[in-house]
């Protein structure tokens, strides 16, 4: 478990939680178990990180929340991605291939 | 970023909602995850409990939200306030003690500003004032008209150049009641060139000028329209008296408008071209009659150096081509609104001067705040403590002392400010002069409360930082452990100590400066003014306003002397033009007997001029030095060609070397008339108590058959009883005669009005700074008692005297109170040399002064110690030892 990266950047954090409510609207343990899943278990995001990002994202716009019933039948708050938080995505996206890209060639020159 | 705006308004505003929404999440997350662990096949308590450590505490996990969310910074805040103000209520005693030292500390600075402002930084109240200048000479602000009319045509910078003359009261008959009133009377393109609207009616206009008295209209202002006309709309085209001659009222000046000098509000305007007709004197056919003032507003785009050299390129004219009168003329710009520089030079020293001492007043009461925040602190400690132990971060604490000290700071400057607002609307309404309508307008702008809320957020800065030492190093484990009273070394130097030193500095600066400054009063009350006021009654009348003129006006003169010293009881009575040290006084140059070439550059002096009757000498209490008085027979003599003169011991010794040459000498003056000087009298004042001695010329006043009179009568009855026999006996002469009759002292208050002005303020700021050292000095020494009073009990019992407890408890604070006396003593003899432009013969190497100083900070400590000390003296060892 102590291996595992928890401590995120907050930027790649954003990244990752915008990719996970891609998909579906989401709540907030979903989109933790969507972190986990896409990144094949190499993440695991804590909630003391999570729902301080997605309040943030949710002043920003980025996203929108409702209350709605879960597959179990049990309320819970979904978070969904607007249109401001699409292009939030494609700019992160972009950035961070930008970034690897970098990285790779200085990491490779060496 | 509105999404961004909404949300800080819905936390704000809706904050228990927005909990309650994150409480729900959080709970909904909560059971999300126990389902989950159920799901795995755990039993349901074992899955809740699975599920709360996941999710790293509910709480936790709401405080880390809440610390992103918008508008978070104001909420600490608001909650901040709500505590500062809870703890403030909490010691009243010292709450109201801050509060009053910072509303008196900006209050001062409030009123001083707001002085400064209205006097020298705002321009005055016409439209684009910014670029209205007054044109000047070097020294007297006056032109003459030719100048004035040159100066206009050639110039090349100035949109307009406007010219005023400000006269003397002129007589005004609307038809019944003939009453007073000071008129300025201005060139025709004057409201043209300042850019004012009429409010009723039409301004004349430079095209209503066809030569000398051409244009006999009058516009009023609109307190004078409202005050004699009741505001009458009628009034349009009716005609009154001016000086018995006749003009039309065209219109009414707007409200807002008060003319251009500051302090003179003119109650009507006249043409210039009439003043011919208003004072029966044509004082615009001469170039080196200068009585004008001139205004000018800049083109666009030129700047003021611009404009000097294009005047001065036009003085190159003027003094090539009128070199007997204009050699070397010069010009320079000032600010309008106090006479050019002639006002506005000193009035800008002293109020800059003022200024930084209110300034120091802000700053001592800032050292004075920050040792009692400082001591505060230290009485805090445990809670400081307490809440550091229990995790709250040291930046949480500050900004929790910086806020409370805000508070405090906000409230005294409200409080000031409303008091100096008050101050400012009475000084506003002020006529310090009972005749002469001269008023302050130092109404308080938005400048002002500006200027306030800044003083108010840097003070509670200032002295809100000083603790911060002391929490950054408190180690609460230490405080809780020995107690807040824990002894800190009363021998070693603290903040505080240095604080005070700096507070009793700063006082003893104001307090010096202020005794300066009233000890100059009270030097320039007692000096010689070449004549005695005491016993003197004055009769000021206007014989033109009367309807004399040429030499009815001489015969009226005598016929009135004589009538006066008829009356039981006068000693002597003498007439004069006008009075030394009154508003007027005419000066010009005199010339060497044997120069021919009347330039300025050949004068002899620059000699004051009065036109005086033989019995004013006795009268007035003028000594003669040598020589003889002027006698009525003098006259006789062809007076024309070589005029009989008394001069004053200055005159003679800068233009004959000395009093025995004098007698019998000639001098030449202006218009190239010869005078032989008959008398030397003592040197007296003449414009103002703090002036270089001047020359004088005193001539006979059947030369000059001028309107103005003023006669000068003394006499050993009381003085209400001596008025209603002059006016008695003047009246019986002509019942229309209007008199002013009052004694000289009174007359004296123009002279003395600067250095009252400047002791009263200078008095009001060392009291402060005397009362800010006397809080600061008992503040200390009352903390130093009370927290070494069980100390002083343990002494007592083991046998201390009463010197020794003193010695103890109250030796540390006097020893701070000296340094700071003979520091501040030092600063505040440098600083003084300001104060002697303005007060007579300040200087602070007056043994007075000094020993005032001194006594002054001696009685400042006894009052501060009095009860700090009685507090000491009655320590009680078993009282004391059982409360602990």
Request: glycine letters at 10%; charged letters at 20%; a positive charge.
């Amino acid at each position: 478990m102590s291996e595992k990266r928890t401590d995120l950047l907050r930027g790649t954090l954003d990244l990752l939680i915008l990719r996970a409510l891609n998909l579906e609207p989401l709540h907030g343990v979903g989109i933790s178990r969507r972190i986990t899943q896409i990144t094949k278990g190499a993440f695991e995001v804590s909630f003391g990180s999570l729902f301080p990002s997605l309040h943030r994202m949710e002043e920003k716009g980025w996203v929108e929340a409702e209350w709605r019933a879960s597959e179990n039948n049990r309320r819970a708050k979904y978070y969904r991605l607007t249109a401001l938080g699409r292009a939030q995505l494609k700019a992160e996206e972009r950035e961070w291939n930008q970034v690897v890209k970098i990285m790779t060639a200085a990491v490779e020159s060496a | 970023m509105p999404g961004r705006i909404v949300s800080l308004f819905r936390n704000l505003l809706r904050r228990n909602s927005v909990e309650q929404a994150l409480n729900d999440e959080l709970q909904s997350s909560v059971e999300l995850l126990t389902e989950e662990k159920i799901e795995e096949g755990l039993p349901p308590s074992e899955a809740r409990r699975r599920a709360l450590i996941e999710l790293g505490g509910v709480e936790q996990v709401r405080t880390k939200v809440a610390e992103i969310r918008s508008g978070r910074l104001l909420e600490d805040f608001a909650a901040d306030l709500r505590f500062a103000f809870r703890t403030l209520k909490k010691s009243p005693g010292f709450a109201l003690t801050a509060i009053v030292t910072l509303a008196l500390g900006i209050g001062a600075n409030a009123v001083v500003f707001s002085v400064l402002n209205a006097l020298i930084l705002r321009p005055i109240n016409v439209p684009k004032g910014e670029n209205l200048y007054t044109v000047q000479p070097p020294g007297p602000p006056t032109l003459s008209y030719l100048d004035y009319v040159d100066l206009r045509d050639r110039n090349r910078t100035f949109e307009g150049l406007a010219a005023y003359h400000i006269s003397g009261a002129v007589g005004v008959d609307t038809g019944g009641n003939p009453s007073t009133a000071w008129p300025c009377m201005a060139s025709g393109n004057y409201f043209d060139v300042l850019g004012i609207q009429p409010y009723l009616g039409r301004f004349f206009h430079a095209s209503d000028e066809k030569g000398i008295n051409s244009a006999p209209y009058v516009v009023l202002s609109y307190e004078y329209w409202h005050g004699h006309f009741h505001d009458d709309a009628s009034v349009l085209g009716r005609t009154v008296g001016i000086n018995k001659n006749q003009f039309t009222i065209i219109g009414v000046a707007p409200p807002t408008f008060r003319g251009t000098e500051l302090f003179f509000a003119p109650a009507i305007w006249i043409p210039l071209v009439e003043q011919p007709t208003v004072e029966d004197y044509n004082g615009l056919q001469f170039r080196s009659m200068h009585n004008l003032f001139v205004v000018g507003r800049l083109r666009p785009r030129v700047a003021p150096t611009q404009a000097v050299a294009d005047l001065n390129a036009v003085g190159a004219w003027l003094s090539k081509t009128y070199p007997a009168d204009d050699e070397g003329i010069q010009f320079k710009l000032a600010h309008p609104g106090l006479l050019g520089d002639a006002v506005g030079a000193p009035a800008r020293r002293f109020m800059a001067g003022l200024m930084l001492l209110a300034g120091l007043i802000l700053l001592a009461a800032c050292a004075n705040l920050g040792s009692l925040f400082a001591a505060r602190a230290a009485d805090r400690a445990r809670e400081m403590a307490l809440r550091l132990a229990l995790g709250s971060r040291r930046g949480r604490i500050l900004r929790q002392l910086l806020t409370e000290a805000l508070l405090v700071s906000l409230a005294g400057g409200a409080i000031g400010l409303s008091g100096s607002v008050g101050i400012l609307n009475v000084l506003s309404t002020w006529h310090p002069l009972s005749d002469i309508p001269i008023s302050v307008p130092v109404n308080p702008d938005l400048r002002t409360y500006v200027v306030a809320l800044l003083l108010a957020v840097v003070s509670a800065l200032l002295f809100g930082v000083v603790p911060v030492r002391q929490v950054l190093r408190a180690d609460p484990w230490q405080v809780i452990r020995s107690g807040a009273s824990g002894a800190r070394g009363m021998g070693r130097i603290t903040l505080r100590d240095l604080l005070l030193v700096v507070q009793v500095a700063i006082c003893a600066v104001l307090v010096t400066s202020s005794l300066v400054a009233v000890r100059g009063l009270v030097r320039s009350l007692q000096s010689n003014f070449g004549f005695l006021p005491q016993n003197v009654t004055l009769v000021e009348t206007n014989l033109r306003m009367a309807g004399y003129a040429g030499n009815h006006i001489s015969e009226m003169q005598r016929r009135m002397l004589d009538a006066v010293s008829s009356i039981p009881g006068v000693s002597a009575v003498g007439y004069a033009d006008e009075l030394p040290l009154s508003l007027g006084g005419d000066d010009d140059f005199v010339y060497s007997d044997n120069v021919t070439d009347f330039r300025p550059t050949n004068y002899a002096a620059d000699s004051m001029f009065y036109y005086i009757s033989p019995g004013y000498l006795d009268a007035a209490g003028t000594r003669l030095l040598a020589g003889r008085n002027l006698t009525l027979n003098d006259e006789h003599d062809d007076f024309k060609v070589l005029r009989k003169v008394l001069v004053n011991r200055q005159f003679a010794l800068r233009v004959f070397g000395s009093v025995d040459k004098a007698i019998g000498g000639h001098f030449k003056y202006w218009g190239g008339f010869r005078a032989e000087v008959v008398g030397v009298v003592e040197d007296g004042k003449y414009r103002t108590l703090t002036e270089d001695q001047q020359p004088a010329a005193f001539f006979s006043f059947l030369q000059l058959n001028g309107s103005p009179t003023c006669l000068v009568v003394r006499s050993g009855r009381n003085p209400g009883e001596i008025a209603g026999a002059l006016e008695a006996a003047l009246h019986g002469l002509d019942s229309g005669l209007p008199l002013t009759i009052k004694p000289w002292s009174a007359e004296l208050d123009w002279a003395l009005f600067a250095p009252r002005v400047a002791a009263v303020a200078l008095g009001v700021l060392g009291l402060l700074g005397a009362m800010l050292a006397v809080t600061g000095v008992f503040g200390l020494a009352s903390y130093v008692v009370s927290r070494r009073l069980r100390e002083l009990g343990i002494r007592v019992a083991l046998g201390a005297g009463k010197r020794e407890v003193l010695r103890t408890s109250l030796g540390h604070a006097c020893s701070l109170l000296l340094i700071g006396s003979v520091a501040g003593l030092a600063l505040g003899v440098a600083a003084s040399r300001v104060l002697s432009h303005i007060v007579y013969q300040a200087t602070p190497k007056d043994p007075m002064v000094l020993g005032g100083v001194v006594a002054a900070m001696f009685l400042i400590g006894l009052v501060a110690s009095w009860i700090p000390a009685r507090r000491a003296l009655a320590a009680d060892p078993l009282l004391l030892l059982r409360e602990e």
